[in-house]
């Protein structure tokens, strides 16, 4: 833990010092990028534009659940750069490391072309699929995603191609399965996934967008089926976890092929959700249901799971957009309050044992958060949320403070 500390605040000197150079040399506040916060040119020319940008995250987090998760205390969260190169005829590379959690992975790198309506990518990034899952977790009031977070997609290789026709937005791809990493972390952002094995998803999503003045509202409908094959040493089974990252649902799995549940077929996912909101307050209602065939022994059976999540905030001295990005209003800063239920489900032939003993089967979330954002970039939230399993096992409650600095 010292030396993780000590990292964290090596990291907050080198984000800040980078963040006042940058704005001396810009001579301007940081611009949002594609997907991520913030960006500081590094090179422009008629040929290409080099940018870079990125966000740390500091937590203090503390939780109540069994020892089997990561220590309380400090964690560098996120610690991420995105190098961007892009150019004139719409072309462009991204490159996003991050350094967070005591490892260093790669989140995003990938090719892509954007042109009058159309953009595609090619490369290892996150599929265009759910509501909260999509917007970035620099501007989320909650340190953690929600419940149906634990659904959603990791970040894969594949491709994706969208066509944008006045409100509407369509998106179709194809993904491979994500590789795992065995890695000791904290993560809700769909980064380290327990998902191995040989498979592949086909997306499609369906979006619409109505802005008018300072209010808006976003509906979509996501689809992100394929099929999955798993092995003893791999069992392909996607985990299930509390906002917490605490284990709700453990498949069997003894090392033996008798004993061990595997994927063995079909799996997909789908997702309707809409956020609506003005400058002030914003609410957003998801569902999202996972099924996926396994095997236990010699006998096969669907495994269904669901979840639902409704969020709400209210911003004070300071104003809203679209992409969830809080300006404040004064040198004062921005306040923004929120709240948010949870369930999760999970559904199958009872007579086919396939969950481990102390596995749930329903479970209720609830939390609230405060941020005070002194400005654009930077950001201090509080949050409490509490699972409490609807069958056997024990509540959690998670507490997590987090410094958040963007450039």
């Not at 104003?319 to 999760?344: C, F, H, K, M, Y």
Request: include cysteine; glycine fraction near 12%.
């Amino acid at each position: 833990m010292v030396s993780r500390t000590a990292g964290a605040w090596l990291a907050v000197w080198l984000v800040c010092a980078s963040t006042q150079l940058g704005a001396q040399a810009a001579g301007r506040s940081p611009v949002r990028t594609d997907d991520e916060r913030g960006r500081l040119d590094l090179a422009v020319g008629d040929e290409m534009r080099v940018s870079l940008g990125g966000y740390l995250q500091v937590d203090g987090r503390w939780n109540s659940g069994p020892q089997n998760r990561a220590p309380d205390g400090l964690l560098l969260r996120r610690a991420r750069l995105v190098f961007d190169a892009a150019r004139p005829n719409g072309w462009h590379v991204r490159l996003q490391p991050d350094f967070g959690q005591g490892r260093v992975q790669v989140q995003d790198a990938f090719v892509g072309w954007r042109g009058r309506g159309i953009a595609a990518r090619l490369g290892r990034f996150r599929p265009a699929f759910g509501t909260e899952r999509m917007q970035s977790s620099s501007t989320l009031l909650f340190p953690e995603r929600s419940i149906v977070n634990t659904l959603m997609p990791s970040r894969s290789i594949g491709g994706q191609v969208s066509l944008e026709r006045r409100a509407f937005t369509l998106v179709a791809g194809a993904f491979r399965t994500p590789l795992r990493s065995d890695a000791p972390v904290v993560d809700t952002d769909g980064d380290i996934s327990a998902t191995t094995g040989v498979g592949y998803d086909l997306l499609a999503r369906l979006g619409w967008r109505r802005v008018r003045g300072s209010a808006y509202t976003d509906l979509q409908a996501s689809l992100l089926a394929g099929e999955e094959d798993g092995t003893i040493e791999a069992p392909a089974v996607a985990r299930l976890l509390s906002v917490g990252q605490l284990q709700l649902v453990a498949f069997r799995n003894d090392g033996s092929a008798a004993g061990t549940v595997v994927a063995n077929g079909a799996r997909g996912r789908s997702s309707a959700g809409a956020v609506a909101g003005n400058a002030r307050v914003m609410a957003g209602l998801e569902a999202v249901k996972q099924w996926q065939e396994v095997q236990l022994a010699s006998s096969r059976t669907p495994l269904r799971s669901t979840a639902l999540s409704l969020r709400s905030a209210v911003v004070f001295n300071g104003a809203r957009d679209v992409n969830q990005e809080i300006t404040p209003r004064s040198v004062r800063g921005a306040i923004e309050v929120g709240a948010r239920l949870g369930l999760l489900q999970v559904r199958h032939d009872p007579a086919i044992r396939v969950l481990a003993t102390g596995s749930v089967r329903e479970a209720h979330t609830g939390g609230m958060a405060l941020s005070w954002i002194p400005t654009s970039s930077t950001r201090l939230s509080a949050s409490v949320d509490v699972t409490a399993p609807s069958f056997g096992g024990r509540h959690e409650q998670v507490a997590v403070v987090r410094w958040q600095q963007a450039f």
